[in-house]
């Protein structure tokens, strides 16, 4: 008999307490999400305009602060039958959910409530992520994005790169330039981003990270990092970390990535086309910056990467006030102007076709501060390839985190690139198996 993972032994992990808002609405509901900062404000103003455009429903919208920590609490608060009605899931959990049989299909749950959606409006490579085989999506598109590179053109300027790189190569080249003409911190760089330097590498380059489609094809699928492509791409990153060129930039050296590129310490960095309003806002004044797709190798084919972000589950136990409730809010979440919005306070893409295409017509990504976001739709629309869908792997988030120490050892501990990739494949495998054991002979969705 299958076993649930949402219904195992009782967690540690504390059920976040959640404070009353607004009590004038008729059915409260709750809506659990895995951002903070600057994201996590944004998402407060949304549900603050939801609750203040109607008199039925008042959501509750409640930081996990990060999304393993949104996954691991709504694990614990459904074990507890203190879950969310909504929880915001990232795309490492996506898998997990679907197996879990904890919610409510998102198609179901619209049609049931009176709402009629064009789910094929949605991107394809957004709403195959979140779909069965069959192509039924599960859960509702939400923040949307992928991985791309910033730039201080000021800088490149200076030390006289005339133009963003498109390759590894040029890439290089550019932080050579850039070490040459005094900035200390050429590429700030952090592991712990390693859907960024690693998922993102694999898409674009059409590189397998494990068999069976990248387990799209069944939970028997196996790791294959230390087979493709990111062998040379590690080796090379080591090269640049040892020169100089790539400098640790984290939240455990007290100062991250992003903020090291915003203040001008730090030359070049990688993020999520979510971080370009973000951007937009912390940089230091007078600061000229510029964003492109992640740079390919040499004589390599450009491939779609991989869409990042999450999606939003509706969870089963709640009342059907609360999922009528819910409904309300994705039809809200789901109006162009919403859409518009969201897009435009954040840096997330807009996860419809007409959504784009309007915010288009409009010019909204003809000048600063949107001209650059919409790279981010061209890097996630370019010729698909065999590995490219996405990856479907039980227990994703442990894996990725797996590959953060991976980096790391290659990067500080000087561990070799071979060694350290074959035992990443081997402890993937490891985790590949016991999350095949725990659904036995269970059919992916």
Request: hydrophobic share 40%.
């Amino acid at each position: 008999m299958t076993r649930n993972w949402l219904l195992g032994a009782a967690s540690t992990i504390a059920v976040i307490a959640l404070t009353a808002a607004p009590a004038m609405a008729q059915t409260k509901f709750e809506f659990w999400y895995g951002l903070s900062g600057d994201l996590s404000d944004r998402i407060q103003d949304m549900c603050k305009t939801f609750n203040e455009s109607q008199a039925d429903y008042e959501i509750v919208c409640v930081s996990q602060d990060t999304y393993d920590n949104n996954l691991q609490n709504t694990i614990a608060a459904y074990r507890a039958n203190k879950q969310p009605t909504v929880s915001q899931i990232f795309d490492a959990g996506t898998l997990d959910l679907m197996l879990s049989g904890a919610y409510l299909p998102i198609g179901q749950l619209m049609t049931d409530n009176g709402y009629d959606i064009d789910w094929s409006n949605y991107f394809s490579g957004i709403a195959s992520y979140y779909s069965t085989s069959k192509g039924e999506l599960l859960s509702m598109p939400f923040n949307s994005s992928t991985a791309v590179m910033y730039y201080n053109t000021d800088a490149l300027k200076a030390a006289g790169v005339e133009t963003l790189p498109a390759t590894w190569t040029e890439f290089e080249d550019a932080a050579r330039k850039l070490k040459a003409a005094g900035y200390d911190c050429p590429v700030a760089f952090d592991p712990s981003a390693s859907w960024q330097w690693f998922e993102q590498f694999s898409a674009s380059h059409n590189q397998p990270i494990a068999t069976k489609d990248n387990g799209f094809g069944g939970l028997d699928a196996e790791m294959v990092v230390s087979k493709g492509k990111f062998v040379d791409q590690l080796t090379w990153m080591k090269k640049m970390y040892d020169e100089g060129l790539f400098v640790l930039k984290s939240k455990d050296t007290g100062e991250t990535a992003n903020d090291a590129f915003t203040s001008a310490k730090c030359q070049i960095t990688t993020s999520s086309i979510a971080d370009h309003g973000t951007f937009g806002k912390k940089a230091v004044d007078g600061m000229h910056w510029d964003v492109s797709m992640m740079p390919m190798m040499e004589g390599v084919e450009r491939h779609n990467t991989f869409v990042g972000g999450a999606s939003l589950w509706t969870l089963k136990g709640k009342s059907e006030a609360e999922y009528k409730g819910a409904a309300a809010f994705y039809n809200f979440l789901a109006t162009p102007k919403q859409v518009e919005w969201w897009s435009t306070v954040t840096g997330y893409i807009p996860v419809t076709n007409t959504g784009f295409q309007a915010m288009k017509d409009k010019g909204f990504y003809d000048a600063a501060p949107y001209k650059g976001r919409e790279i981010a739709i061209t890097s996630l629309t370019e010729p698909a390839g065999d590995y490219t869908r996405g990856i479907r792997l039980g227990g994703f988030a442990s894996i990725r985190a797996e590959m953060v120490k991976t980096m790391q050892d290659v990067m500080f501990n000087n561990t070799p690139v071979p060694t350290a990739l074959e035992a990443f494949d081997a402890k993937g495998n490891d985790m590949l198996r016991r999350f095949q054991a725990t659904y036995k002979n269970a059919p992916l969705p």
